[in-house]
């Protein structure tokens, strides 16, 4: 049985702190997409800490990507899933309005919760790419480029099934707040009674 870490929003938090000089510094984004449903919290949190004086809130686009499939129930009544084979657009960005139009000549900031086998940050980042790049074109702003950043609060420590350009890993455009093994890792806003969620990340804590 996958081994189960539950994190808290209060670490949530910790480590989106830790993270935003690194993003501020390097990627300086104009705006950040975030991967649904695990990446709006994240991206929320990380804008307080992004925002600098005199300057407004960096925007927050959303898209909605699926990759997990729910294997029913654990004997200890908490749902059990696994990574599926298949990317499914739940939510996209429309590409015959400003939401397109708005993402060329900008430093993008895509932000979902973990890097697990990558199938789905490999299929934002492509789609994305590609979807900016017909925009381009079409609106005759092909002199404008766009840059990709990657950031995750965790990456698991597995061989992955999917790949991000080799130009953002090498420009050092992706960021994972923390390694860790490949567990299944409980957020908390999957949780539907808070306080055991968090009862059980302290007991963890003390182990």
């Known amino acids: 049985m996958v081994d189960k870490v539950y994190v808290t929003y209060n670490q949530v938090h910790k480590l989106c702190q830790v993270s935003a000089p690194r993003i501020l510094d390097d ?6 997409i975030a991967i649904g449903g695990g990446g709006y919290v994240p991206a929320r949190i990380l804008r307080s800490f992004l925002k600098r004086p005199s300057s407004p809130n960096i925007p927050i686009q959303a898209i909605g990507l699926s990759l997990y499939e729910d294997l029913g129930r654990s004997s200890s009544d908490h749902p059990v899933e696994t990574p599926g084979t298949k990317v499914t657009r739940t939510q996209w960005l429309d590409l015959s309005s400003l939401e397109m139009a708005n993402l060329i000549g900008k430093n993008i900031l895509i932000v979902d919760e973990v890097d697990d086998t990558r199938t789905t940050l490999e299929y934002a980042v492509k789609e994305l ?9 079409r609106l005759g702003r092909e002199s404008e480029k766009t840059v990709f950043s990657v950031f995750v609060l965790h990456n698991k420590n597995k061989t992955k099934k999917g790949h991000l350009p080799t130009d953002m890993l090498d420009e050092n455009r992706y960021l994972a707040a923390k390694t ?9 806003w999957e949780a539907t009674d808070i306080d055991e969620h968090d009862r059980l990340a302290e007991k ?3 182990q």
């Open 27 to 32: 990627f300086k984004p104009n705006l950040m």
């Open 204 to 206: 963890q804590a003390i």
């Open 129 to 137: 790419e590609k979807d900016v790049e017909e925009a381009r074109k």
């Open 180 to 188: 860790v093994d490949d567990v299944w890792i409980c957020y908390p």
